[in-house]
DNA sequence: TCTTGACCTCAACCAAGATTGAGGTTTTAC
DNA sequence: GTAAAACCTCAATCTTGGTTGAGGTCAAGA
């Protein structure tokens, strides 16, 4: 009695679109959508319907959390296709990504940091109201003197 | 001799839209496009150009200021909506959008540092590859426990 | 005066990141 | 065996935050 190929409610290797989109907490169209800018990849079964592995999820994951970092799909694309193309990625090919966008986390962290900092010094000295205030200085009376709006956070 | 009236070397009150673009590191239609969403306002001169009153560049520098902690222009208009009307702000209306945009920074460097420190955690256990892992938990294995992905950094 | 640059309006377009709908097929469940 | 649920493709639409361009007016300086 083997059960294990067709019943749903057994482990399966492959996963339809619909399982994937409630599995990873993603609408079925943005699973479409990251299919076609190549975020993910499937095959087709004989009817023409998509079918993932369950690495997809993981991927799924992981695209959803560089998004929360702020990482735009094109650059999370890009991590991605540095995984292994023929294999299940290890931990230690996921490390790498994260190790990536770690820094990128960091970099935003402290440059927010620095913002709220300088907001602080502002509500202290009447926000933006005063010749000596860092977030109004290159905007305003000092325009003349700079390149632009570049003091703040600059990306 | 009263030059203070029109001659455009001294201070003038009032700004076209291409001073107020150039002193404050924005393109013109930038400047249109926020007076459309109702982020500035303007009068017009008799031959229905555009002038505005210099305090316009602080909101403009708080408009830029806001959006770089990732503020929607919708929220910063509902914000600034809250300057008085007849009366230029004083240094304690801006403290008081401060005050408030510093929660919204901090709120966002909570979760981005929450989010950097499971990073790190994930770097460890071999990023979203185990079953304890945080970042993994809500969207795969465990997904029919809860509902949905509102473990990591819920909006 | 007259030219040039700055300004006007309005509509179209762009990018990202999707969602929605139409029209049709496949799978699943009873 | 049949109906419903899930799937398919493709095009259109949406939101945010603007930019670009066409066609025309206004203002400042030589």
Redesign the interface.
Known sequence: MNMTKLDPHRFRRELTVGEVA????VAVSAIHFYESKGLIKSWRNPGNQRRYPREV??R???I??AQ??GIPLASIREALMTLPEGRTP???D??K???K??VE??D??A???Q??DQ??N??G??????RDCP??N???EL?EQGP??RL??PD
């Open positions: 409630a599995r990873s907490g999820l993981r799924v994951a992981v959803k959390v929360r970092v290890t931990a230690a996921w490390s990504l994260s190790a966008w770690k986390l960091n935003r962290i440059k927010l940091t913002l709220r907001l602080s502002c509500i000295c009447g926000c933006l109201s005063l977030l109004r290159p905007w305003d325009s632009g709006p703040l956070a």
